[in-house]
T-cell receptor, first 114, second 115 residues
Framework: EAGVAQSPRYKIIEKRQSVAFWCNPI?????LYWYQQILGQGPKLLIQ????????DSQLPKDRFSAERLKGVDSTLKIQPAKLEDSAVYLC????????????FGPGTRLTVL | AQTVTQSQPEMSVQEAETVTLSCTYD???????LFWYKQPPSRQMILVIR??????QNATENRFSVNFQKAAKSFSLKISDSQLGDTAMYFC????????????FGQGTELSVKP
């Protein structure tokens, strides 16, 4: 069974530029999560989707971050414009059906904002 | 709000020895889940073990076991017969039971297993 796929793996941008990350969850997984992991800290949930609907985006900085999950499968996370403090690893995870099902994580995208 | 605290930023253990990683949490919920996740260097995070708060019996998975003390809000991970492949960052995490999904992570403990 293929795992959660993410791309790109690494991205370096200048502040105020835009960037987008892509996630393909495990086939059949209804729930998808985006986490932000700043160096030296544990991951923090940014947004949770159930199929193509948003369940929780309370910690998403909506003035600059956006996310979508078209057709309830793939998802993209966008930052526009980026700030220095957005430098982090962005992790995508998916779970089968319910929110208490085990979450499987992708390899992450490491973003560096200069 | 729920918080998760891991008070040991770094730990080391000799191969084949036993090590215990500590985790405490704060919540007013009665229905919740606790997890230990492992994040090897430059590799993705994987679930090590999971505990449902309503279960009194401590979870075990091969060499990994937990000591769940609900009243003390403590959830430690014991790794027996440590192997070089256990070298990783270990995160303790909390999830509410009735509105699950959102994992709240601790700061992590970096474990080094030495030959």
């Amino acid at each position: 069974e293929a795992g959660v796929a993410q791309s790109p793996r690494y991205k370096i941008i200048e502040k105020r530029q835009s960037v987008a990350f892509w996630c393909n969850p495990i086939s059949g997984h209804a729930t998808l999560y985006w986490y932000q992991q700043i160096l030296g800290q544990g991951p923090k949930l940014l947004i949770q989707f159930q199929n193509n609907g948003v369940v929780d985006d309370s910690q998403l900085p909506k003035d600059r971050f956006s996310a979508e999950r078209l057709k309830g499968v793939d998802s993209t996370l966008k930052i526009q414009p980026a700030k220095l403090e957005d430098s982090a690893v962005y992790l995508c995870a998916s779970s089968l059906v319910g929110p208490t099902d085990t979450q499987y994580f992708g390899p992450g995208t490491r973003l560096t904002v200069l | 709000a729920q918080t998760v605290t891991q008070s040991q930023p770094e730990m080391s253990v000799q191969e084949a020895e036993t090590v215990t990683l500590s985790c405490t949490y704060d919540t007013s919920e009665n229905n919740y889940y606790l997890f230990w996740y492992k994040q090897p260097p430059s590799r993705q995070m994987i679930l090590v073990i999971r505990q449902e708060a309503y279960k009194q019996q401590n979870a075990t998975e091969n060499r990994f076991s937990v000591n769940f003390q609900k009243a003390a809000k403590s959830f430690s991970l014991k790794i027996s017969d440590s192997q070089l492949g256990d070298t990783a960052m270990y995160f303790c995490a909390f999830m509410k039971g009735n509105q699950g999904g959102k994992l709240i992570f601790g700061q992590g403990t970096e474990l080094s297993v030495k030959p």
